[in-house]
């Protein structure tokens, strides 16, 4: 099983994602963070992200409706795939079962893995809206091993990420991780909170089949 993170691992939508913020805050008002505060953020969900801007609590679920009335109108216009991520999926579903466990949403995600033709190659999809606790507790993770009908420690499993949320819950869940350079987070981090690392998703499913002894 090889479970892949979305923003920062396959996919960069960071356009996408600041213009929605600065869209919600031009509706609603209040100051915006500015791009390099939300994009250092970014693979959190979005009501925690708004809750550290300063948002007020009772107007939180405004900002996120006005994100994504505005995120859905051109996440599939400012997003693409990462290099090699497209070679990554295919690659590793010769010889493994995979899912995605994102932040994001997961009418979004789905969307755009459809956009990108890459949709049909994921057992299960687990968006934000599929669990009651995001990453970096287990709960994604271990509902998606869940809905792929597998137990940690029944068969090998990876989990592909940028930060060390994903790496936190892998190894919280009892899956492997795997930190890669391309997103958002720093390789100096993931090392610290304890990933092996890889440049990419195609190098990160490479390393997999090594392990696997896979020819």
């Known amino acids: 099983m090889i479970l892949f993170d979305l923003d920062g691992t396959l996919i960069d939508s960071t356009e996408a ?36 801007f300063g948002a007020d609590e009772e ?15 051109v996440h599939t216009q400012k997003t693409v795939l990462l290099p090699g991520a497209k070679e990554a999926v295919e690659a590793s579903a010769r010889f493994a079962r995979l ?3 994102t932040t994001k949403t997961g009418k979004y995600s789905r969307e755009l893995l459809e956009h990108f033709g890459i949709m049909e190659y994921f057992a299960v999809l687990i968006g934000s809206e599929d669990v009651l606790r995001h990453k970096p507790h287990p709960e994604p993770i271990l509902t998606a091993l869940e809905q ?12 592909i990420g940028d930060t060390c949320m994903d790496i936190e819950a892998a190894l919280a869940a009892g ?15 993931l090392r610290g909170c304890g990933a092996e690392l890889s440049q990419n998703a195609r190098d990160a499913v490479a390393k997999i089949r090594t392990q696997m002894k896979i020819l």
């Not at 919600?24 to 992200?49: K, T, W």
């Not at 899956?175 to 981090?189: F, I, K, T």
């Open 17 to 52: 994602i600041l213009e929605s913020f600065r869209e919600s805050y031009r509706v609603l008002g209040g100051a915006y963070p500015g791009d390099e505060a939300v994009q250092a953020m970014i693979g959190h969900p979005l009501a925690q992200m708004y809750r550290s």
């Open 175 to 189: 899956v492997r991780p795997l930190g890669v350079g391309c997103g958002y987070g720093a390789l100096e981090d």
């Open 59 to 73: 107007r939180i679920e405004e900002y996120v409706a006005a994100y994504k009335r505005h995120y859905r109108s």
């Open 148 to 159: 792929m009908g597998c137990r940690p420690g029944e068969v090998a499993c990876w989990m």
């Open 99 to 101: 899912g995605v466990v």
